[in-house]
């Protein structure tokens, strides 16, 4: 079935540093969603993107579809303690739209 | 904004026991909500379908007559853990789909269940 992988699983990451967290699907996606959800809370929706090389910025957080809307990416630049948090990506599934959740990866910051 | 509001936030039973969670559209309708469950430290696992005036849809692998779900309203559905065992602690959390606001998706606060 399909198949939604993130990379890294974890990032520690030195406050005003960036990094990149990465998603991919093992078959085309129609959109692809971002979640982050804080530590002990839920979920809370980030972004969607629908086209093939897409972009899209949200202050210090950029996300991007790929060409060929199997996999996307969200890049934080100049870390804060409030990025804290577990990133989800999630895709709909081919058969029955449900969405499909990435493991997610969780961020640390350093002071 | 739009709200999903779950409850209880935190709930303790004894093993064999049942316990109900709800999860509340608070100010759009949904006939589709969604039940998740969520380890620690791990990704959000679809559980079942919650469909407005009929049957929920159950992934594979989850037993229907031990998670008894109820979408009796458009603003209302509800999870229940039957005969509970320790193994079913977790973190039960719920989702609604807001058609009027472009189909952004909604998660609740989640529920903590511990059985003891």
């Known amino acids: 079935g399909q198949q939604v992988m993130q990379i890294p699983q974890y990032q520690h990451v030195q406050e005003g540093e960036d990094f990149t967290t990465y998603c991919n699907s093992s078959?085309?996606?129609?959109?692809i969603q971002w979640y982050k959800q804080r530590p002990g809370g839920h979920p809370v929706f980030l972004i969607q993107?629908?086209?093939?090389?897409e972009v899209k910025k949200q202050k210090r957080l950029t996300f991007q579809f790929g060409e060929a809307k199997k996999n996307s990416s969200l890049h934080i630049t100049a870390t804060q303690t409030t990025d804290v948090g577990t990133y989800f990506c999630a895709g709909p599934r081919s058969n029955d739209y449900k969405l499909s959740f990435g493991a997610g990866t969780t961020v640390t910051v350093r002071a | 904004g739009a709200v999903v509001s779950q409850h209880p936030s935190w709930v303790i039973c004894k093993s064999g026991t049942s316990v109900k969670i709800e999860c509340r559209s608070l100010d759009f309708q949904a006939t589709t909500m969604f039940w998740y469950r969520q380890f620690p430290k791990q990704s959000l696992m679809l559980m079942a379908t919650s469909n407005e005036g009929s049957k929920a849809t159950y992934e594979q692998g989850v037993e229907k007559d031990k998670f008894l779900i109820n979408h009796a309203s458009l603003t209302l559905s509800t999870l229940t853990v039957t005969s509970a065992h320790p193994e079913d602690s977790s973190f039960y959390i719920c989702?609604?789909?807001?058609?009027?606001?472009?189909?952004?998706?909604?998660f609740g606060e989640g529920s903590w269940l511990t059985v003891v």
């Open positions: 989702s609604a789909e807001n058609w009027d606001g472009g189909g952004t998706i909604y």
């Open positions: 993107l629908v086209k093939s090389g």
């Open positions: 078959t085309t996606l129609s959109n």
